[in-house]
Nanobody
Framework: VQLQASGGGLVQAGGSLRLSCAAS????????MGWFRQAPGKEREFVAA????????YYADSVKGRFTMSRDNAKNTVYLQMNSLKPEDTAVYYC????????????????WGQGTLVTVSS
């Protein structure tokens, strides 16, 4: 499966952005999807994951209550709604597809998108 992330940009602290990740292929619904991020000079970190049906989600503590992950299997797309953004949310955000729910380690995911940059100004 090929993944294409989009929706990043520059936003002020307290603002919102919605990221999208479009997948190719007809097997999208068979994958658990995840979002990860990597800030400059830091290691990649887990952000959120969603089950195949979309019925279950899991979030990193740092984004819980502010970010919401969802998916539309009919559109082969997964979303990350980010509210109350903070400067520390600045990073390149990646979507990923895998088979394990919940997997928070990047090595558990098989396919990765190219990343989209989110910059939050203070």
């Amino acid at each position: 499966v090929q993944l294409q992330a989009s929706g990043g940009g520059l936003v002020q602290a307290g603002g919102s952005l919605r990221l999208s990740c479009a997948a190719s292929g007809r097997t999208f619904s068979s994958y658990v999807m995840g979002w990860f991020r990597q800030a400059p000079g830091k290691e990649r970190e887990f952000v959120a994951a969603i089950s195949r049906s979309g019925g279950s989600t899991y979030y990193a503590d740092s984004v819980k209550g502010r970010f919401t992950m969802s998916r539309d299997n009919a559109k082969n797309t997964v979303y990350l709604q980010m509210n109350s953004l903070k400067p520390e949310d600045t990073a390149v955000y990646y979507c990923a597809a895998g088979q394990i729910f919940v997997a928070t380690a990047g090595r558990s995911y098989d396919y990765w998108g190219q990343g989209t940059l989110v910059t939050v100004s203070s």
